[in-house]
């Protein structure tokens, strides 16, 4: 008896050896994790011996193992560069977000590397074709984006293009290749500044940050908490992300997109303070949220910047919605929300209809019209464990409906919602994203 | 009592990774979800359903929630006023709700039943998870005091064997990293994105911590969330099933045998029983050679698959040589030929098994008939295996207590 699986790809032997740039860092250690697990020699080389061994002993706890160790060979940029980079079918560049220091670390790269070596980077935030000027063609021809989500053993989403240059039949490969060896959820977009995930999440991050000035961090996670559809509340989440990763994707984003949500691109200035005093999130063990010894939070007021005792906010319709989502009806849940009045219910309809308006806004210029919602589905539940935004749109009442919700706010409709696309995400298996707090 | 055939008509899975509890769900919007998307994927009319039949060990212990029957009546105003009850066989449960179902359209009672398996366990701790899993052995006698009581009798099987045949602990670590592998596979598994080798599985140390004896944590399912439910329907059904969907009638799966033993409750007097036996559990053995008479076959190589009950690498041991793959004693045989493996002559587990996919008690019974139904129907995605005709199934109960096979198929 066979089993019945897809044909593999050819050539998947071709990639055999791994060296990944910036492995002490969280995404650098965590993907490279994923390519020993799955059978790849991998070299994590960064600044120091060290740091790269922190990034070994992350890579062992995502896996729950200590023998992919075995697959793992730890060198700083001095000593082990030439080695690994020489021996490398695959370099992936998981460092800073700086395009002049990833431009002389790809010019390094070059000098060691095959022809035909393919070399990738996980960033978003810097605009791709700049990173590789100066670069060889077989450089450019073999190079392109593979962005991982975090933490990439839990979000399996990865958004994949090339630029201009890149050989298509390396992008295909590498599609390949991630779905089939690595089990990435591949979501292939256009290469435009944060692609489809982080372009659509930082927006409404950026609105929220400004929301935040009136309400507090407290009520506004409150309000746009999990029960609306993502796992992570949204400040919650940038403090997961961290408050400097943020700013360099706003300004990026700021400089490098033009529409209609433009304007909702701001960063307030309680933002640039918390980052002055390095109040950047989880890494700093500070950022909105800032947990006690007691292990009881307190939360940052934007207007002092001074941590603040918890509110423990309780207004009627959210509570109500919690209990339709405790009971798996999360389209009363939605329904709840949608009868609510008041200036909070106000503003839980505004995200979620901006949510909405954006994403099929985005249909065509992040990802191929071919691919509807699709793409952008994919990448907010498999990226951001956030409810699919047709899945939003289901709730809300279907696609005329959300369309009416979204004209009435002055929100952008775009035919692609008008449309109707179908997609492959429904309410029942979403609930997950669903979260009754 | 009518000899009809019984007829599966597919259903739905809940993703077996998810945590309901964290997910602040109530044991309800579980069986909610799995009922929801049956009927979304049968396209069966709820009109059609004469009453709903819920395997489930233990929700007052993990959710204080008893009664799961009636809340059918919340998921849908149609089941207001029509059968509902719950069946209890520990790990078992689920099995014996189908097979009661079954019974009820033989006697020719009802022609449709809707069966949902389901248990919540990540409301509790380990510890505390573990206590409430031994009121399925015989608790005062087996459990009191005792942390993770089942790892110790399930190890003490694989003592058993090891004394009688001898049992190499490397055949065990091929089994969890089998299991682990198909999961790798089924979209609903709960281990599909976790990692495991051989060498891992072999290996003792901080991830694979010895839990008793020879059972470490790579030798044992995993505790989770779950619920299943499927439909099971009398031939007068589904001729009107497959005929309003233009299929031919034998094309749609049934359950052409089945068997099912109890045996005594203590593992200890159970391996006492047997001492003279050939087979270390040849009351697991009756259940699946009942089975087979049943449906009309021979022996083990009449079926193309087998889902089994592998709650530890030790009860899929067992399983192997009980359902005929080997002599008694020689399961290793199976194991070091790929009999069990994908693409081998009798695959095992292609969902991922208890250890791969999930075991939420209840619930597993029902989730593996439905496995069943899907490779039979030739609808099981990746981990669909070429050409089945006919599944074997195997859900044990306690320590292999009580034990229910079906041979499902056309």
Same mark, same amino acid.
């Given at each position: 008896?066979?089993?019945?699986?897809?044909?593999?790809? &050819?050539?998947?032997?071709?990639?055999?050896?791994?060296?990944?740039?910036?492995?002490?860092?969280?995404?650098?250690?965590?993907?490279?994790?994923?390519?020993?697990?799955?059978?790849l020699?991998?070299?994590?080389? %960064?600044?120091?011996?060290q740091?790269?061994?922190?990034?070994?002993?992350?890579?062992?706890?995502?896996?729950?193992?200590?023998?992919?160790?075995?697959?793992?060979?730890?060198?700083?940029?001095?000593?082990?560069f030439?080695?690994?980079?020489?021996?490398? &079918?695959?370099?992936?560049?998981?460092?800073?977000?700086?395009?002049?220091?990833?431009?002389?670390?790809?010019?390094k790269?070059?000098?060691?590397?095959?022809?035909?070596?393919?070399?990738s980077?996980?960033?978003?935030?810097l605009?791709?074709?700049?990173?590789?000027?100066?670069?060889?063609?077989?450089?450019?021809?073999?190079?392109?984006?593979?962005?991982?989500?975090?933490?990439?053993?839990?979000?399996?989403?990865?958004?994949?293009?090339?630029?201009?240059?890149? &050989?298509?039949?390396?992008?295909d490969?590498?599609?390949?290749?991630?779905?089939?060896?690595?089990?990435?959820? /591949?979501?292939? /977009?256009?290469?435009?500044?944060?692609?489809?995930?982080?372009?659509?999440?930082?927006?409404?991050?950026?609105?929220?940050?400004?929301?935040?000035?009136?309400?507090? /961090?407290?009520?506004?996670?409150?309000?746009?908490?999990?029960?609306?559809?993502?796992?992570?509340?949204p400040?919650?989440?940038?403090?997961?992300?961290?408050?400097?990763?943020?700013?360099?994707?706003?300004?990026s984003?700021?400089?490098?997109?033009?529409?209609?949500?433009?304007?909702?691109?701001?960063?307030?200035?309680?933002?640039?303070?918390?980052?002055?005093?390095?109040?950047?999130?989880?890494?700093?063990?500070?950022?909105?949220?800032?947990?006690?010894?007691?292990?009881?939070?307190?939360?940052?007021?934007? /207007?002092?910047? &001074?941590?603040?005792?918890?509110?423990?906010?309780?207004?009627?319709?959210?509570?109500?919605?919690?209990?339709?989502?405790?009971?798996?009806?999360?389209?009363?849940?939605?329904?709840?929300?949608?009868?609510?009045?008041?200036?909070?219910?106000?503003?839980v309809?505004?995200?979620?209809?901006?949510?909405?308006?954006?994403?099929?806004?985005?249909?065509?210029?992040?990802?191929? %019209?071919?691919?509807?919602?699709?793409?952008?589905?994919?990448?907010? %539940?498999?990226?951001?464990?956030?409810?699919?935004?047709?899945?939003?749109?289901?709730?809300?009442?279907?696609?005329?409906?959300?369309?009416?919700?979204?004209?009435?706010?002055?929100?952008?409709?775009?035919?692609?919602?008008?449309?109707?696309?179908?997609?492959?995400?429904?309410?029942?298996?979403?609930?997950?994203?669903?979260v009754?707090? | 009592?009518?000899?009809?055939?019984?007829?599966?008509?597919?259903?739905?899975?809940?993703?077996?990774?998810?945590?309901?509890?964290?997910?602040?769900?109530?044991?309800?919007?579980?069986?909610?979800?799995?009922?929801?998307?049956?009927?979304? *994927?049968?396209?069966?009319?709820?009109?059609?359903? $004469?009453?709903?039949?819920v395997?489930?060990?233990?929700?007052?212990?993990?959710?204080?929630?008893?009664?799961l029957?009636?809340?059918?009546?919340?998921?849908?105003?149609?089941?207001?006023?029509?059968?509902?009850?719950?069946?209890?066989?520990?790990?078992?449960?689920?099995?014996?709700?189908?097979?009661?179902?079954?019974?009820?359209?033989?006697?020719?009672?009802?022609?449709?039943?809707?069966?949902?398996?389901?248990?919540?366990?990540?409301?509790v701790?380990?510890?505390?998870?573990?206590d409430?899993?031994?009121?399925?052995?015989?608790?005062?006698?087996?459990?009191t005091?005792?942390?993770?009581?089942?790892?110790?009798?399930?190890?003490?099987?694989?003592?058993?064997?090891?004394?009688?045949?001898?049992?190499? +602990?490397?055949?065990l670590?091929?089994?969890?990293?089998?299991?682990?592998? +198909?999961?790798?596979n $089924?979209? $609903?598994?709960?281990?599909?994105?976790?990692?495991?080798?051989?060498?891992?599985?072999?290996?003792?140390?901080?991830?694979?911590?010895?839990? *008793?004896?020879?059972?470490?944590?790579?030798?044992?399912?995993?505790?989770?969330?779950?619920?299943?439910?499927?439909?099971?329907?009398?031939?007068?059904?589904?001729?009107?099933?497959?005929?309003?969907?233009?299929?031919?009638?034998?094309?749609?799966?049934?359950?052409?045998?089945w068997?099912?033993?109890?045996?005594?409750?203590?593992?200890?007097?159970?391996?006492?029983?047997?001492?003279?036996?050939?087979?270390?559990?040849?009351?697991?053995?009756?259940?699946?050679?009942?089975?087979?008479?049943?449906?009309?076959?021979?022996?083990?190589?009449?079926l193309?698959m087998?889902?089994?009950?592998?709650?530890?690498?030790?009860?899929?041991?067992?399983?192997?040589?009980?359902?005929?793959?080997?002599?008694p004693?020689?399961?290793?045989?199976?194991?070091?030929?790929?009999?069990?493996?994908?693409g081998g002559?009798?695959?095992?587990?292609?969902?991922? @098994?208890?250890?791969?996919?999930?075991?939420?008690?209840?619930?597993?019974?029902?989730?593996?008939?439905?496995?069943?139904?899907?490779?039979v129907?030739?609808i099981?995605? +990746?981990?669909?295996?070429?050409n089945?005709?006919?599944?074997?199934?195997?859900?044990?109960?306690? *320590?292999?207590t009580?034990?229910?096979?079906?041979?499902? @198929?056309?």
């Amino acid at each position: 008896m066979m089993i019945n699986r897809e044909k593999p790809c &050819d050539g998947f032997e071709k990639i055999k050896t791994v060296a990944v740039l910036g492995a002490s860092g969280t995404i650098g250690s965590l993907s490279g994790g994923l390519m020993a697990q799955n059978g790849l020699k991998v070299y994590f080389l %960064s600044r120091t011996q060290q740091g790269s061994e922190r990034g070994l002993q992350k890579a062992i706890n995502q896996a729950r193992s200590e023998t992919i160790a075995q697959n793992i060979i730890c060198g700083d940029y001095e000593h082990l560069f030439k080695q690994a980079i020489t021996e490398a &079918d695959w370099v992936v560049e998981a460092i800073a977000e700086d395009a002049g220091i990833k431009q002389q670390l790809y010019e390094k790269v070059e000098k060691y590397r095959k022809p035909q070596t393919i070399v990738s980077s996980t960033t978003s935030s810097l605009p791709l074709s700049g990173l590789v000027q100066g670069r060889s063609k077989d450089f450019k021809s073999h190079f392109l984006s593979t962005h991982f989500y975090n933490p990439p053993g839990r979000m399996s989403a990865c958004e994949v293009t090339g630029i201009e240059d890149t &050989d298509p039949k390396i992008v295909d490969f590498m599609k390949d290749f991630l779905t089939t060896k690595l089990r990435r959820i /591949v979501i292939p /977009v256009r290469n435009t500044v944060a692609f489809a995930g982080n372009r659509l999440a930082f927006v409404l991050f950026s609105r929220i940050t400004t929301l935040t000035r009136e309400f507090g /961090v407290e009520m506004m996670d409150y309000l746009i908490g999990p029960y609306t559809g993502r796992l992570l509340p949204p400040l919650a989440t940038l403090d997961l992300v961290g408050l400097d990763i943020h700013k360099a994707i706003i300004n990026s984003l700021n400089t490098n997109t033009n529409d209609e949500f433009h304007s909702w691109l701001a960063m307030p200035g309680y933002i640039n303070t918390m980052i002055q005093r390095n109040l950047l999130g989880n890494k700093t063990r500070g950022g909105f949220y800032k947990k006690l010894e007691s292990g009881r939070f307190v939360f940052l007021d934007p /207007v002092s910047c &001074d941590y603040i005792p918890a509110i423990e906010p309780h207004v009627a319709f959210v509570e109500k919605a919690k209990h339709f989502t405790r009971m798996g009806m999360y389209k009363e849940a939605f329904d709840a929300i949608l009868s609510a009045q008041g200036k909070e219910a106000e503003i839980v309809k505004d995200i979620l209809c901006a949510y909405v308006a954006y994403s099929y806004l985005l249909v065509g210029e992040v990802t191929d %019209s071919q691919m509807g919602i699709e793409g952008i589905d994919s990448v907010m %539940s498999y990226g951001f464990n956030w409810a699919a935004p047709s899945v939003i749109v289901e709730v809300l009442g279907g696609c005329k409906q959300a369309a009416k919700l979204l004209a009435e706010r002055k929100l952008p409709v775009s035919p692609a919602l008008t449309s109707g696309l179908k997609s492959q995400f429904g309410i029942i298996n979403s609930g997950k994203y669903f979260v009754a707090k | 009592m009518k000899n009809d055939a019984v007829y599966i008509l597919g259903g739905y899975q809940t993703d077996f990774a998810r945590n309901w509890a964290r997910e602040k769900k109530h044991i309800a919007a579980m069986m909610r979800e799995a009922y929801q998307g049956s009927i979304e *994927s049968t396209k069966l009319e709820p009109d059609d359903i $004469n009453a709903a039949f819920v395997g489930n060990f233990a929700s007052e212990l993990y959710c204080m929630q008893g009664h799961l029957g009636g809340f059918f009546t919340d998921f849908d105003p149609h089941f207001v006023g029509l059968p509902t009850i719950r069946f209890e066989a520990a790990c078992a449960s689920g099995a014996v709700a189908a097979l009661t179902a079954m019974a009820y359209i033989q006697a020719g009672i009802y022609d449709l039943i809707c069966v949902l398996g389901v248990e919540q366990m990540k409301s509790v701790d380990s510890a505390k998870g573990g206590d409430y899993l031994g009121t399925a052995a015989w608790y005062e006698q087996e459990c009191t005091g005792i942390e993770f009581p089942f790892p110790k009798l399930f190890g003490k099987l694989g003592d058993e064997y090891d004394a009688r045949y001898g049992l190499d +602990n490397k055949h065990l670590a091929r089994i969890a990293e089998i299991n682990y592998g +198909n999961a790798k596979n $089924n979209p $609903n598994a709960q281990t599909r994105d976790w990692f495991m080798s051989l060498e891992h599985a072999c290996t003792p140390g901080k991830y694979n911590t010895t839990v *008793s004896g020879r059972i470490k944590v790579a030798d044992c399912s995993q505790i989770t969330d779950g619920a299943v439910c499927l439909y099971i329907a009398s031939q007068n059904f589904a001729s009107k099933y497959a005929g309003r969907r233009g299929l031919k009638l034998e094309n749609i799966p049934r359950i052409l045998g089945w068997g099912h033993t109890t045996a005594q409750i203590e593992f200890a007097k159970k391996v006492a029983a047997s001492k003279n036996n050939e087979f270390v559990l040849p009351v697991t053995r009756k259940a699946i050679t009942d089975a087979y008479a049943r449906a009309g076959i021979k022996n083990c190589w009449d079926l193309d698959m087998i889902e089994t009950h592998d709650c530890f690498t030790t009860s899929e041991y067992m399983a192997i040589d009980h359902f005929g793959l080997t002599k008694p004693g020689e399961s290793w045989k199976a194991i070091e030929e790929g009999i069990i493996e994908p693409g081998g002559k009798l695959p095992i587990n292609p969902s991922g @098994g208890l250890i791969g996919c999930g075991h939420p008690v209840g619930a597993t019974g029902v989730r593996q008939l439905l496995d069943a139904y899907k490779q039979v129907a030739g609808i099981a995605g +990746n981990y669909q295996v070429s050409n089945v005709k006919k599944v074997g199934t195997l859900n044990i109960g306690g *320590s292999a207590t009580t034990n229910v096979c079906f041979v499902v @198929g056309i």
